[in-house]
C-alpha cells in the first residue's frame, strides 16, 4: 500500500520562499510519476507541476514555471517542491500525488495536503 506524508509549508510574505517535502511509503517509488496540486480557496484543484519516475523529466504550469522546482530522491523515496518568489495568489492547499507521467490523471495516491498562506 502506498502512502504520501506532506511536511512543510505555513505563512510567508510575498518574494519568500518554502519548501514542501513528500515522503512516500510503499514500493516501487521509481516507477510513479510524482506530481504537486494545488487549492487556492474557493478553486479546483490544479496540476502545477511534476516530475518523472526516473527525475529526468520535470513539467510545470505556467503560473509557476521559473519560480518553482520540483525534484525528487529516489533513494530517500522523497519529493519536494521549492517555491521562491511566492505572491499571494500562490495561497493554496498543496497537495502531492503518485501517478501517471506526464499528465497524472487518476492519480490514485495523495498527501494529506498542506496550507501554504502568502501574505502580501
Avoid at 11 to 34: E, H, I, K, P
Avoid at 39 to 68: N, W
Avoid at 89 to 109: H, I, M, N, Q
Amino acid at each position: 500500500q502506498v502512502r504520501l506524508t506532506q511536511s512543510g509549508g505555513g505563512l510567508v510574505q510575498t518574494g519568500g520562499s518554502l519548501n514542501l517535502s513528500c515522503a512516500f511509503s510503499g514500493r516501487d517509488f521509481r516507477t510513479y510519476g510524482m506530481a504537486w496540486f494545488r487549492q487556492p480557496p474557493g478553486k479546483e484543484r490544479e496540476l502545477i507541476g511534476g516530475i518523472s519516475g526516473s527525475g529526468g523529466s520535470t513539467r510545470y504550469a505556467d503560473s509557476v514555471k521559473g519560480r518553482f522546482t520540483i525534484s525528487r530522491d529516489n533513494v530517500k523515496n522523497t519529493v519536494a517542491l521549492q517555491m521562491n518568489s511566492l505572491k499571494a495568489e500562490d495561497t493554496a492547499v498543496y497537495f502531492c500525488a503518485a501517478g501517471p507521467w506526464p499528465l497524472f490523471k487518476g492519480s490514485r495516491f495523495w498527501g494529506q495536503g498542506t496550507q501554504v498562506t502568502v501574505s502580501s
